[in-house]
Structures are given as structure tokens and as C-alpha cells.
């Protein structure tokens, strides 16, 4: 199980860097795949006892919450104006 859960972030970990090097209109939720991939580390540390791994991840699961605040909630919230002031 504890192999399981290191391949699982290490994919998703992967996949999110991916989609944000395509530069596409999709490579915001590659930050949503971060998380993923945070929750998977930190559980993976907890269970090994790798202490420095949880406190790195925790430091990536905050810049993680910064890009999807930044490239997911704030567009999504300044579309929301512009309907709603009728642009």
C-alpha cells in the first residue's frame, strides 16, 4: 500500500507539471493535480516516517493553493463581475 501511494503522487505530481509546461487553456488544473499529489506525499511521509518530506510537501501544498487561487478562482471570479455588471 505505502508503494502504491509514493507511484500515485509521483504521477500525479508528474502529470500536473505537465500540463502546466503545455501551456494551454487547461494548464491551470495542473495545480489541482499538485494538491493530489501533496495529499499522496504527505501521507506517503507520514507513514515513513519521513519527516522532511511532510514538511516540504505542506510548504508546496500552500503554493499549490496560491495557483489555483491565482489561475483558477480569480479568473473565474472577474468573469463573474463582467456578467454581472452586464459587460
Known amino acids: 500500500m ?7 503522487g509521483c504521477i500525479i505530481g508528474l502529470g500536473g507539471a ?3 509546461a503545455m501551456n494551454s487553456r487547461h ?4 495545480w ?6 501533496n495529499v499522496a506525499w504527505i501521507a506517503y511521509g507520514l507513514l515513513t516516517h519521513a ?3 511532510v514538511v516540504q510537501q505542506l510548504g508546496f ?3 499549490s493553493l496560491m495557483g489555483i487561487w491565482k489561475w483558477l478562482v480569480v479568473p ?3 468573469l463573474k463581475s463582467i456578467h454581472k455588471n452586464g459587460g
Not at 2 to 8: A, C, G, K, R, Y
Not at 32 to 37: A, G, H, M, P
Open 27 to 30: 494548464s491551470a488544473w495542473g
Open 61 to 63: 501544498t500552500v503554493t
Open 2 to 8: 505505502i508503494e502504491l501511494i509514493e507511484w500515485v
Open 18 to 20: 505537465a500540463l502546466l
Open 51 to 53: 519527516n522532511g518530506l
Open 76 to 78: 473565474r471570479l472577474a
Open 32 to 37: 489541482v493535480l499538485f494538491i493530489l499529489s
